[in-house]
């Protein structure tokens, strides 16, 4: 009799866990519903206010559409012009807008090439110079090289040139003209602005004897030795002048050269 007293209330406490638990999930269900309802309807208020916000820039548009059309219009009827004419127009704006900005990027792409080829002759100039320079040195140290020798007018002493090497060494000092020769006994040579004549050549000792003819004057120069400047002055303003032989070729010819001053007239050459 005990035993079926307790099998009831075992089913009514199962039950009652079972109510709970449905009690539980539909307090539940009544809370998410209520969340994702609260939710939706934020989500809702704000596209409606977004729609709102569009509308106004649609009409805002169609405004501000509106009141340039307008005045487009009045602007091409107080210039005269269509809309077509004015499209045009803009079109040509645009077009040398265009050409504007390409003609400025070519500017200066030319002027960037231009800036290259500056620094490029600025080098090829500083080459030159270092060059020129180092010419110059070798000059200078070749032509102080060259033999100072006195001449027999008045002790003076001169750079004379031994060769022919040595003269053009001269040559490009620039100081004074020089004029080359050759001559043969008996013969009278124009040599610059005056006329040599050869007396006597004596190759064993290196002696020889010449007559200068300047300003109808004949100058004797008498046994003279190689590379010895021989002077005399010539000119209507008397200038000094040289005459150095480097070589007693034979017992009838000499070799040398005539300096001049730079300012003496320069020889009359027959064509």
Do not use: C
Not at 6 to 28: F, K, N, Q
Not at 81 to 87: G, I, R, V, Y
Not at 167 to 183: A, C, I, S, V, W
């Amino acid at each position: 009799m005990s035993a079926l007293d307790d099998t009831p209330r075992s089913y009514s406490g199962a039950l009652l866990v079972a109510i709970a638990v449905a009690l539980l999930a539909g307090v539940g269900g009544l809370i998410w519903s209520y969340t994702l309802s609260s939710r939706l309807s934020g989500q809702e208020a704000a596209l409606a206010d977004a729609k709102d916000q569009n509308k106004k820039l649609a009409s805002d548009l169609r405004e501000t559409d509106a009141r340039l059309k307008v005045a487009t219009e009045e602007l091409g009827q107080s210039l005269g012009l269509t809309q077509k004419q004015m499209d045009a127009r803009a079109e040509e704006i645009l077009r040398r807008e265009k050409a504007v900005e390409s003609a400025q990027k070519q500017t200066a792409q030319a002027v960037t090439g231009l800036s290259s080829d500056v620094s490029g002759v600025k080098t090829d100039v500083g080459g030159v110079k270092t060059d020129l320079t180092k010419t110059q040195g070798d000059l200078a140290t070749a032509v102080s090289q060259l033999q100072s020798m006195k001449g027999d007018l008045d002790g003076h002493s001169t750079l004379i040139a031994r060769n022919h090497d040595e003269l053009e060494l001269l040559k490009h000092k620039g100081d004074r003209n020089y004029y080359e020769f050759t001559l043969t006994k008996g013969q009278t040579k124009p040599v610059g602005t005056v006329s040599l004549q050869l007396t006597k050549a004596d190759p064993k000792k290196n002696l020889f004897s010449l007559t200068v003819v300047s300003d109808d004057k004949p100058v004797p120069k008498n046994n003279k030795g190689v590379n010895e400047p021989l002077q005399f002055y010539s000119g209507k303003d008397p200038q000094l002048f040289e005459v150095v032989v480097n070589n007693v070729n034979s017992k009838n010819q000499v070799s040398g050269y005539l300096s001049a001053p730079k300012s003496a007239p320069a020889p009359v050459t027959v064509p």
